[in-house]
């Protein structure tokens, strides 16, 4: 089983819909968890980090079920410019462990 | 402007060769990292550094090698002995929290993809 498990998409969603992802990770000492974003054929960005109480950014939100191992993103009334992969990152000791990432298109 | 840059951005290298990728960071991070991301696949790490002077192997180092001789520097050389050297590969730096040695957020270069003829 991997360490951190994404549906790879992609996920085709038109102009202004509401979409989310799904993260699971195996490691329950897991610590901290984030969201990356990524575009096509460059680097990954920070997104958001994801709080246990859930946390907020505009339209986007990230809640963590730490009893269920999982992580989700949820973005609402979708641009165009939100077309990318999507990374669920878990830190678990010292290091990041990376999902293979969920990719997104809107469409107009 | 701070920030992690990485030279060059592409690279072709012939089989046998050995190549050295430019990572350079000016946010005063202590800890930076080297990965490697192949198509359609997650991240994974080659080498990482907490410290100058010192340095870790990560899940995939077979073929690979670093330096830390200065803070703001992570060179990485892609040796002849790494079987599928193909791939995007991708430097970050971080400033571990206050709750430890670990790793924070991390910050990546815009990477650079090695090709191998």
């Known amino acids: 089983r991997k360490e951190v498990e994404q549906d790879p998409g992609p996920f085709n969603v038109p102009e202004g819909a509401t979409v989310a992802f799904n993260c699971t990770y195996s490691?329950?000492?897991?610590?901290?968890f984030f969201w990356y974003r990524q575009d096509c054929r460059k680097e990954p960005k920070l997104l958001m980090s994801v709080y246990s109480s859930g946390n907020e950014d505009g339209r986007f939100t990230a809640q963590l079920n730490r009893a269920s191992q999982y992580i989700s993103l949820l973005i609402r009334d979708s641009k165009l410019s939100d077309s990318a992969t999507y990374l669920c990152?878990?830190?678990?000791?010292?290091?990041?462990?990376f999902g293979g990432g969920t990719r997104l298109m809107v469409k107009p | 402007d701070g920030g992690i840059t990485q030279s060059p951005k592409y690279l072709f290298r012939k089989e046998g060769q050995n190549v050295t990728l430019s990572c350079e960071q000016n946010?005063?991070?202590?800890?930076m990292y080297w990965y490697r991301q192949d198509p359609g696949q997650g991240l994974r790490l080659i080498y990482y550094s907490q410290i100058v002077n010192d340095f870790q192997k990560g899940d995939i180092a077979e073929g690979y090698s670093v330096s830390r001789e200065k803070k703001e520097s992570f060179p990485l050389t892609v040796t002849s002995a790494q079987k599928n050297p193909t791939a995007f590969y991708l430097c970050?730096?971080?400033?571990?929290?206050?709750?430890?040695?670990?790793?924070?957020?991390?910050?990546f270069g815009p990477g650079t993809r090695l090709t191998v003829l």
């Open positions: 970050a730096s971080s400033k571990p929290g206050l709750a430890g040695v670990g790793a924070d957020t991390q910050y």
């Open positions: 990152v878990v830190n678990a000791g010292n290091m990041l462990t």
């Open positions: 946010l005063n991070h202590d800890a």
């Open positions: 490691n329950s000492a897991s610590q901290s």
